[in-house]
């Protein structure tokens, strides 16, 4: 469990600035929103920190600075994305999907361990997939289960690899608010599991309701932080969200 610390992190495509001089700290174990209006920069500032697109500025990972490595080696330093497409495997078990998340070295040793047991019949993904609800499901195509299990299966393929700060992109697009409420207790679980995560999402009822901080960005930059209940009242954020509904 790692700490996730930004400093003046800036990000330009042209004359857009979609990134200007942000800092802020994802606390170890935390979770931790990040919100904003369209076009205020979330996604730009996961792509920053995972390595995606150039940036200027720190990220920190614990006490390791990882803004010069490339996207694969800050995920084996433990920092781990999941992407606002899902883009599961459709002629993939659901088992196998989160079997392709684990580290090559991991994936080999089970193969060669358990005489070439496929990885995706390996105790620790069916544990995975059990601790999220998932494993009556584990030999189904991703295109039979509902869009609530997609999320969730998206999330195991993320969480199979162990990392230390998760960096979640709009993981409940498309779902209900049942299935939002059950997404947003197993992302509790996830952090009490000893994963710290952030959270860039719409849906203010699961970030609001389930996250222990919350950034707001705005325009590229960091417009508030905050408890749940302080960012709610907050003047400039009530303000920021006027036209786009309120994140009351
Ligand atoms: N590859 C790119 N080239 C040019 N401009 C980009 C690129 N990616 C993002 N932008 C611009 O950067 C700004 C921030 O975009 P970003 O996607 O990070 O916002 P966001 O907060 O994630 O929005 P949304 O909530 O709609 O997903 C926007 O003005 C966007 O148009």
Redesign the pocket.
Known sequence: MLSLALRDLSVA??G?H?LDGVTLEVAQGSLTGLI?P????????LDACTGYVTAHGEVRLGDRRIDGLAPYRRARAGLVRTF?SLDLFDDLTVAENVATGMPGEARRRWWHQLRRMPAADTPVVHDLLASLGLDSVAGALPGSVSQGQRALVALARALIARPDVLLLD?PAAGLDSHESEELGRRLRDVCDRGTTVLL?E?DMSLVLGNCDHVHV?DA?KLLASGTPAEVRKDPAVLAAYLGEGSPS
């Open positions: 495509f042209g857009v979609a904003g369209n076009g205020a920069g979330k996604t730009t500032l606002q709009e860039v719409h960005l590229g």
